[in-house]
């Protein structure tokens, strides 16, 4: 059994995939950030498999939600995480943004206006 987290990196035209495997932890995120970082700039999708995680020790959570900030910030690209558990296989796919279009009351409130008029 392996306390550390090990990661693999697959890097094609315009997406990369993370590999990790191990104990995943919140003291990773530094390190992944870095992996990250040397990704080459042409690569605009990450792909985040956690199938080989063995364990979440205490601010894991943390460490992927870093790593999703990190990313967006960084390269202004698309995110997807794929995960396992004993019963499914989970592949979460972060949708497009569509573009932003002037003259709706959506992006003047920042929130559906339908909601918003339901509850006034």
Do not use: K
């Not at 870095?34 to 995680?53: A, E, F, K, M």
């Not at 959506?106 to 339908?114: L, T």
Request: a neutral charge; aromatic letters at 6%; charged letters at 20%.
């Amino acid at each position: 059994m392996t306390n550390r987290l090990l990661h693999a990196l697959e890097v094609s035209d315009g997406s990369a995939t993370l590999y990790l495997s191990g104990r995943l932890a919140g003291s990773d995120a530094f390190p992944l950030r870095g992996v990250c970082r040397d990704i080459p700039v042409h690569v605009r999708t990450l792909r985040l498999d956690l199938h080989g995680v063995t364990a979440l020790d205490e601010g894991a959570m943390n460490t992927i939600r870093a790593l999703v900030r990190y990313w967006r910030e960084t390269r202004n690209g698309n995110f997807r995480l794929a995960f396992a558990t004993e019963q499914d296989v989970v592949s979460a796919i972060e949708p497009a943004s569509p573009p932003p279009t002037t003259g709706r009351i959506d992006h003047v409130i920042g929130r559906s206006a339908a909601l918003t008029g339901m509850f006034l």
